[in-house]
């Protein structure tokens, strides 16, 4: 028997529910796409993204935790893509010195070759796929909404 002093679910009008569906559905087969077209480089996303977020650091070393703060993973999902990264000799584990519980993510010569010889390649994609359909208009406001969105789920992540 429904709970009756239970409050009804705030139902997606219309205009949202158009809203959410074209995000969903356009951000998965993006997502699916830029996939398949890292498969020539023995890449996924989940590999590119770490391997880019690592290129860009001092030294081309991240401690975990910020490593999965800034991508936006638990830290156990993060260990499981470093044993696969790690088994490709792309990253390695670094003990940090000053913390004998944390570790570094190094980024290895040969991931620095694999994103290097990735990175043409994915920019097309990126380009072909998404840039070229928006306006530097549409491009400010997709980073201004998304910038929001990601503020919102990082709060919720410090929150956990």
Not at 77 to 95: D, F, I, N, T
Not at 141 to 160: H, K, N, P, Y
Request: hydrophobic fraction near 45%; charged fraction near 30%.
């Amino acid at each position: 028997m429904p709970d009756e002093n239970a409050t009804a679910p705030a139902w997606l009008n219309p205009t949202e529910m158009v809203a959410w569906r074209s995000y969903i559905i356009a951000s998965r087969r993006l997502l699916e796409a830029l996939d398949n077209d890292l498969v020539d480089h023995d890449l996924s996303m989940a590999d590119y993204e770490i391997l880019a977020q690592l290129s860009d650091a001092p030294d081309r070393k991240l401690r975990m935790s910020e490593l999965a703060a800034i991508a936006l993973l638990s830290r156990s999902r993060l260990s499981h893509r470093m044993k696969v990264m790690e088994k490709a000799g792309w990253v390695k584990r670094e003990a940090c010195p000053s913390d004998k519980r944390g570790y570094f993510a190094v980024m290895t010569p040969k991931g620095w070759k694999a994103i290097v010889a990735a990175a043409p390649d994915h920019v097309a994609s990126v380009r072909a796929r998404f840039v070229n359909h928006l306006s530097k208009a549409d491009q400010e406001v997709l980073a201004q909404i998304f910038s929001r969105i990601e503020t919102s789920l990082r709060a919720e992540v410090i929150e956990e």
